[in-house]
Each structure stands twice: as C-alpha cells, then as structure tokens.
C-alpha cells in the first residue's frame, strides 16, 4: 500500500506544483506524478540536511510542493533552450 500511496500524493503535490506555477506545460498523468514524487524525495533529502527532518521522517506536503514547483522552473527553463 505504500507505494500507491507515494503515487497519490506524488500526483497530487505535482499538480498543486503545476497550478502554481505560471505558464503551460506539456506533462501527462505520469511526468506530473514523478515532478511530485521528485519534489517530496527531494524536499526530504533538503530537510534532512538541514535538520529540519530526522531520518525516517517524510516531508512536509508544503515543502514537497515548494521543491516540486522548483524542479518545475528548472524543467521549463531546460525545455525552453530546446
């Protein structure tokens, strides 16, 4: 059940992600759920080293959708040089 779960909110924190962030994106079901999965691996990793986090602890769903919308900004940045 865990990794459903991880799905869910992946697509959910992915989505809140893209609302958020201005401008149109080409991203289906699946690239918006791994920007989501990203952004709450990446937002644990960050607390974690920053101290905000103990080892084991998940992130924060604020913080998944901040670092979510980050890797957004760096993908439509990346996408626009094409």
Not at 4 to 16: A, E, H, N, Q, S
Not at 51 to 61: I, L
Not at 69 to 77: A, H, P, Q, S, W
Request: charged letters at 10%.
């Amino acid at each position: 059940m865990g990794i459903i779960w991880t799905i869910i909110i992946g697509f959910v924190v992915g989505l809140i992600a893209k609302l958020l962030h201005p401008g149109k994106e080409n991203m289906g079901f699946i690239a918006t759920t791994i920007l989501g999965v990203l952004g709450a691996v990446a937002a644990q990793f960050l607390g974690q080293a920053l101290g905000w986090y103990q080892a084991g602890e998940t992130a924060g769903f604020i913080a998944s959708v901040v670092v979510a919308i980050v890797l957004l900004m760096i993908y439509t940045r990346v996408i626009a040089k094409r």
